[in-house]
């Protein structure tokens, strides 16, 4: 689990691997460094935030009051090949330019890779009137690999309440690994409306709503490059707020599901700390916060499942279809 929440950490906008290019962007100048970056983490911010947002239900049936379910819950989410890169036109930067050449070039997001290596030269002028150029290497995609799903993982709990109504409740501990801390936990409410009904226990099919919420956030200490100062590192923060509405089957052993879902969420990530450039436009500057970068998701999914329960354990997956699809795998114990 450690894993998964520092790959988390690095999609939502802590890319560990390519914490010396972070800075180093920083001699081309606060715009240009925000500008790349946004591009870079932005499809890894709404993986991230898909990832933790799938996996909320299984059934459409309330349980019935102070019946309980304890889920460990692993989701994924698929990334496309067209989420692997971006075009980045020099145009649109004030100090940055391929050192091919070229005037526009497609680059790795965090999800891809670049091969080859692509090198781009930025051009700065001091405070003090002297021009100088650096050369640095463009980052590649996360831990240097190019990804194909972002994980999540965490335990899931469910109560019911009463009248058709279910408390559920998401959490991961806090996971401190090497210089990164995150956590994640999440609140949501679903209750059953086919249980106003008179013979709801008899019937067919069960449907219901749910609200849910979930909150993840990451703390990156980086390593100082070009920069002196103190209190430097990336914090990353996920929300996202479902809405659902389910309908599933009302069987003994296996059950099938289906639900219409409309989510929004966004994503912060901020480079914090107070640093004194060593180099570039900024160079001998005092600079504090000075990246700040977000993204947002908003739409709608459909997504399609089974829940198989013998006795006090069972196993449910689901599929969820959207921009970044999706797939939760559960294994659930309760009664």
């Known amino acids: 689990m450690k894993k998964i929440f520092l790959i988390m950490c690095i999609l939502a906008g802590s890319q560990l691997s390519a914490q010396n290019s972070i800075q180093e962007l920083l001699t081309a100048g606060v715009e240009d460094t925000e500008r790349f970056m946004t591009s870079y983490f932005k499809p890894g911010a709404r993986g991230a935030l898909y990832a933790v947002n799938a996996g ?105 309440l009463f009248k058709g109504f279910e408390f559920k409740a998401r959490f991961a501990p806090e996971i401190e690994y090497d210089d990164v801390t995150t956590n994640l936990y999440g609140a949501g409410i679903q209750y059953e409306f086919t249980s106003l009904a008179p013979a709801d226990k008899v019937l067919p099919v069960a449907i219901s709503g749910l609200i849910g919420y979930t909150h993840f956030d990451a703390k990156y200490d980086l390593d100082q490059m070009l920069v002196q100062g103190n209190g430097a590192n990336v914090n990353t923060s996920l929300n996202t707020l479902n809405f659902s509405g389910i309908v599933s089957t009302n069987l003994p052993v296996i059950n099938f599901y ?49 829940n198989l329960k013998v006795g006090f354990a069972g196993l449910s997956a689901s599929y969820s279809f959207q921009e970044f699809d999706a797939v939760s795998v559960g294994l659930n114990f309760g009664i």
């Open 56 to 160: 909320w239900y299984n059934s459409a049936k309330a349980k019935k009051f102070l019946g309980f379910e304890i889920s460990v819950i692993g989701n994924a989410a698929f990334v496309d090949d067209d989420k692997k890169s971006f075009l980045l036109k020099t145009s649109d930067y004030n100090n940055i330019r391929f050192s091919s050449g070229q005037n526009e070039m497609q680059v790795a997001t965090v999800f891809g890779i670049n091969e080859p290596e692509i090198n781009v030269l930025i051009d700065y002028t001091t405070p003090d009137g002297s021009v100088g150029t650096a050369k640095i290497m463009l980052p590649q995609g996360a831990v240097n690999q190019s990804l194909n799903a972002v994980p999540a993982a965490f335990v899931q709990g469910s109560i019911g």
């Open 258 to 306: 289906g639900g219409l879902n409309y989510m929004t969420g966004n994503a912060k990530s901020n480079l914090d700390g107070t640093f004194i450039l060593l180099e570039g436009e900024l160079e001998g500057q005092t600079v504090k916060n000075p990246i700040g970068i977000e993204n947002s998701i908003d739409g709608f999914s459909a997504t399609l499942g089974f």
